[in-house]
């Protein structure tokens, strides 16, 4: 699992349990998932289709640092499929688990299209290759 995104818990991230708020943390997530997306597939046009259960495991509060993990559970033709855990920074406690985040690649219309992708890419080995050229 790799972990991309830090975010602290404020005020205006808690339930009135005084809690970390479970909207708002899969705001972050969908956010997050998107973005590896959008980087994965070299496409700005990346929507998420599906969110598999998700299993709040425990809980972070005011103050807490969480960290978003991704990682790739499968390329489809049109589709990126991710595996997300959110812990705790500091404890290493796991907030929260969702096994599958299907995203969609699509085209200037909004229609699904094949991203030719087949397996992890990096940004680094992209400049590198534009480099090369």
């Not at 496409?43 to 978003?68: L, P």
């Not at 599958?100 to 699509?106: D, E, K, Q, R």
Request: glycine share 6%; aromatic share 6%.
């Amino acid at each position: 699992m790799r972990y991309h995104t830090r975010k602290m818990v404020k005020p205006e991230d808690l339930n009135p349990n005084e809690t970390l708020f479970g909207g708002r943390l899969l705001e972050w997530i969908d956010e997050e998932a998107a973005l590896y997306g959008v980087i994965q597939l070299d496409n700005k046009r990346v929507v998420t289709k599906f969110i598999s259960e998700i299993n709040f495991i425990s809980s972070a509060v005011q103050g807490d640092i969480v960290e978003i993990g991704m990682d790739v559970v499968k390329f489809g033709s049109t589709s990126l499929t991710l595996r997300c855990e959110v812990r705790n920074k500091l404890s290493r406690k796991t907030i929260l688990k969702v096994e599958n985040i299907t995203l969609v690649n699509l085209n200037e219309d909004g229609i699904p299209v094949p991203h030719n992708k087949t397996k992890i890419e990096y940004v680094r080995d992209r400049l590198e290759e534009l480099s090369k050229d």
